[in-house]
């Protein structure tokens, strides 16, 4: 069997890794999942069902018998789902079984894309390029406020807030914390557009795909 093709994008919040996998994933042929959407997903069905995010058991059990359409609903990109999806993630529980669903997608060819926090580190160790994403937090919060308050009134400040406190909570975690991996190539796309942010990604997959 060929093995399929692996590429691993990681980086805090709103670093712009999802819109660079997404297109990096066009480039090379493969599919691409937004690993943040499981965890998102996770959370939104806990807060519909009533169960408190610091369950983890609870938690757990809506990670194990996470369905595609899931990952399709309503709501998975608000704030407060991202605000919740990193409470639930701190959960080994989930970790182990969200861990499963996306080596399942990785495998199967031609190969896929996967971005999120841990998939150079845990998901995808032997991934054959990993990036690193990264831009200045005020950066970074006034992306994500312009994509957000085209749906609905937000202050940049809550924006800024919440993504700080994300971060501060994803890489403090003992479960998985978000790291770059030893072999990660970091790409700080503070003074890029997201066009140039996209051809420098491609650059430096290609560089590691001719090894
Ligand atoms: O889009 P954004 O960068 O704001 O967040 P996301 O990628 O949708 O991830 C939402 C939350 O899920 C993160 O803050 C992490 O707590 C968690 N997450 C994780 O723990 N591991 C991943 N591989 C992906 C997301």
């Given at each position: 069997m060929t093995p399929?093709?692996?590429i691993a994008i990681d980086g805090p919040a709103a670093s712009g890794k999802?819109?660079?996998?997404?297109?990096?994933?066009?480039?090379?042929?493969?599919?691409?999942?937004?690993?943040?959407?499981?965890?998102r997903a996770v959370a939104v069905l806990c807060a519909r069902e009533g169960v408190t995010l610091e369950d983890a058991a609870a938690a757990g059990q809506r990670a194990a018998h996470?369905?595609?359409?899931?990952?399709?609903?309503?709501?998975?990109?608000?704030?407060?789902?991202g605000r919740g999806a990193s409470v639930v993630a701190a959960h080994p529980s989930v970790r182990a079984?969200?861990?499963?669903?996306?080596?399942?997608?990785?495998e199967k060819a031609p190969g896929a894309v996967l971005d999120g926090r841990d998939i150079g580190t845990v998901v995808l160790p032997d991934a054959r390029a990993k990036l690193f994403i990264t831009?200045?937090?005020?950066?970074?919060a006034a992306r994500r406020w312009r994509e957000l308050s085209a749906s609905r009134?937000?202050?940049?400040?809550?924006?800024?807030?919440?993504?700080?406190?994300?971060?501060?909570?994803?890489?403090?975690?003992?479960?998985?914390?978000?790291?770059?991996?030893?072999?990660?190539?970091?790409?700080d796309t503070t003074d890029m557009t997201i066009k140039a942010a996209v051809a420098e990604a491609v650059r430096l997959i290609d560089t590691r795909l001719a090894v």
């Open positions: 399929s093709l692996t999802g819109t660079i996998a997404r297109q990096v994933a066009v480039r090379y042929g493969l599919r691409h999942l937004d690993t943040g959407l499981l965890y996470l369905v595609p359409a899931d990952l399709e609903g309503d709501g998975l990109r608000s704030a407060a789902a079984s969200l861990l499963r669903w996306q080596r399942d997608f990785a831009a200045d937090p005020d950066v970074r009134d937000i202050a940049y400040r809550d924006v800024l807030r919440d993504i700080e406190e994300r971060d501060a909570r994803d890489a403090a975690r003992t479960n998985a914390p978000m790291r770059q991996a030893d072999d990660a190539i970091l790409l």
